[in-house]
């Protein structure tokens, strides 16, 4: 999904160079595999507390230094391809790269410290739409308010996975978001937070995207799972990636629909 936001970005900036188009997903996908892996590499302790980890380092089949290795390798190729792209670009995906080591690397580990885990995941993908859009143009109102959409689903990705971890994090004596306020009120502010996000992509859409004003219904799974699915609390996070990944689907399927017969 990533590659395809910052993808989007590329197609809104105008950019039609096939060779931007391809240096820009070499560049989403390396600091983003880097974000991932660094986070496995500094998670691999905690992860062994959990019943069903999916970390490859705590399940034993990769060891920490190599996985350590390969995050170094992919953050060096993502950067190096940025600044093929643009000045401004590589800014943020040096800034992106800069993030997603505080998030995740000892000595800083944010990810466990309110309120940096909400704030710091919820500029990822932000961050990734102003790299993909400034590749080709500089950063505009237009560019600003668009990216700005992708603020509130980082909030709610990062709150699902902490009521996820909610006993590992207990056990582990984190300060996160979730650990501050509770489960019960966490899925509180994730049914304000989507409401609030309803609002604010009707306003995009109407100001920038009348002719795609559709692809909303995609947000129909997740409105379904929060307002009326009987969910336990158990499951939260496992019926809410169901329902965010049919999100997803619809979203990519009606945008090719509508590209295709807007071209």
């Known amino acids: 999904m990533n590659v395809v936001i910052a993808t989007l970005a590329s197609v809104f900036s105008g950019n039609t160079n096939v060779y931007l188009f391809l240096l820009i997903i070499l560049s989403t996908s390396c600091i983003w595999a880097f974000g991932f892996a660094v986070n496995d590499v500094f998670d691999a302790e905690f992860d ?48 992106l790269f800069a993030l997603f080591f505080l998030y995740s690397a000892e000595p800083f580990r944010l990810k466990e410290k309110y309120p940096f885990d909400i704030v710091f995941h919820s500029l990822f993908m932000l961050i990734t739409f102003l790299a993909g859009y400034a590749a080709f143009r500089g950063i505009d109102t237009f560019s600003l308010l668009v990216s700005s959409l992708n603020l509130i689903p980082g909030a709610i990705g990062e709150i ?13 004596g984190f300060s996160t978001s979730v650990m501050r306020i509770g489960v019960s009120k ?9 409401v609030l996000e309803m609002f604010f992509s009707v306003y995009v859409a109407y100001a920038y995207f009348q002719r795609y004003f559709i692809i909303l219904l995609s947000f129909v799974p997740f409105a379904k799972f929060l307002f009326f699915d009987n969910t336990k609390k158990g499951r939260y996070f496992d019926d809410a990636m169901r329902a965010a ?19």
């Open 186 to 194: 966490s899925i509180e502010a994730i049914k304000f937070l989507f």
């Open 245 to 263: 990944n049919k999100c997803v689907a619809i979203f990519i399927t009606i945008l090719i629909i509508l590209v295709l017969l807007n071209m």
């Open 48 to 95: 062994k507390k959990k019943d069903n980890t999916r970390n490859p380092i705590s399940r034993g089949h990769i060891k920490k230094s190599d996985a350590f290795k390969v995050s170094i390798a992919l953050a060096v190729v993502g950067i190096f391809s940025s600044f093929l792209l643009s000045f401004m670009s590589a800014f943020f995906f040096m800034l």
């Open 160 to 172: 699902l996975q902490e009521i996820r971890d909610h006993n590992a994090d207990k056990l582990s």
